[in-house]
């Protein structure tokens, strides 16, 4: 019963911070011992727990990622350790564990944070004896497993808060490899906007197309607090609506143009109470005054390079600025 543990690892990554986390991979993918992957969620921890197990000696045997997030007590226990038939109301077969499918290969156990303090104990327990027994059975089955484990908190913080045990966690940091937030490596936006905006485009069946300069300027400002997942949705979401030759800006969800942490301008939609209470026409009003004023503040009042920002002509923007009756806009104008 081989399970389809397929994901798409291509790994992409330019920055300096990146360069050190594929060359530590590299370094540490035979060794035997457990390895700690943190960083905030969308960071990439399970991509790069399958670069380890690929560029390790057991990259011939299954990689299994599993997440520990939300799961009760009992479903964590049968999801890992697998049951017995009858072990609990709803167990009418007997089910190995992700450990044991999991044999000669790499379980990857993400969100460990999240496992409860009692559960913590049933870990250790396997990943010092090296052995399972299901839930509602006596059998030790023996697991020849390698464990990499991902967190989006601070394991020693957690630990001195006696929220993790002290002993699990030594147990799991062996080997300690941090992903850096996509804000402090934007270098790696443009590749990973590349990739994204490629491989969705295709799954779409339609040729990849290029991205206009302005809409990466927006990808670059934006600080991503979902990081690499967030900008994959973005991407995503372009494909799926854009048919245009070029994207362009129009086709950048509104959120990555305009949003809370931004210095220098105000996000777009109010957070309105009753939509149902506003009408079309005064929503898209909204939308242009605010595309608009955004326009000109990033190209410094200047109107010919806000129309290009917008993909309209400079005649037509001051049509719009005038209908819109944006007179404060007029009266900053620059040229
Ligand atoms: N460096 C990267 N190159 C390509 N894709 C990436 C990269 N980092 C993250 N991703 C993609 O972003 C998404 C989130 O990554 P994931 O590994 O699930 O993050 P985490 O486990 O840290 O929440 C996945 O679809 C993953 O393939
Ligand atoms: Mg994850």
Not at 259 to 279: C, F, G, R, T
């Amino acid at each position: 019963m081989a399970a389809p543990f397929t994901i798409d690892s291509v790994v992409v990554g330019r920055s300096a911070r990146m360069r050190a986390v594929f060359d530590f991979v590299r370094v540490v993918a035979d060794s035997e011992s457990s390895v700690l992957v943190t960083g905030e969620t969308g960071t990439g921890k399970e991509l790069i727990a399958n670069l380890i197990h690929q560029s390790s000696s057991r990259r011939h045997k299954p990689f299994v990622p599993v997440s520990c997030a939300i799961l009760s007590e009992t479903l964590i226990e049968s999801e890992l350790f697998g049951h017995e038939r009858g072990a609990f109301t709803g167990a009418i077969k007997e089910r190995p564990g992700r450990f044991e499918l999991a044999q000669g290969g790499t379980i990857f156990l993400d969100d460990i944070d999240d496992v409860p303090l009692s559960m913590q104990v049933k870990l250790l327990r396997v990943l010092q004896n090296r052995v399972v027994e299901r839930l509602g059975g006596t059998r030790q089955i023996p697991v020849d497993v390698r464990v990499v484990t991902g967190s989006k908190r601070d394991l020693r913080q957690m630990v001195a808060e006696g929220k993790f045990r002290d002993d699990l966690f030594y147990r799991l940091n062996v080997i300690p490899v941090n992903l850096p937030p996509l804000r402090d490596r934007r270098e790696d936006i443009p590749i990973l906007v590349d990739h994204f905006v490629k491989r969705y485009f295709r799954q779409r069946g339609e040729e990849p197309r290029a991205v206009s300069p302005a809409v990466m300027q927006a990808f670059m400002r934006y600080p991503w607090p979902g990081n690499v997942r967030e900008l994959e949705n973005a991407c995503e979401r372009i494909a799926q609506t854009c048919t245009c030759d070029t994207v362009r800006l129009g086709c950048v969800p509104v959120s990555v143009l305009f949003h809370k942490y931004a210095e220098d301008h105000q996000p777009v939609i109010e957070n309105h109470a009753h939509p149902s209470a506003v009408s079309l026409d005064e929503r898209l009003r909204e939308v242009e005054s605010n595309l608009i004023t955004w326009a000109l503040k990033v190209s410094g009042g200047n109107k010919s390079k806000a129309a290009e920002l917008l993909s309209i002509k400079r005649s037509t923007l001051g049509d719009r600025i005038k209908k819109l009756e944006l007179t404060h806009l007029e009266a900053t104008e620059q040229q």
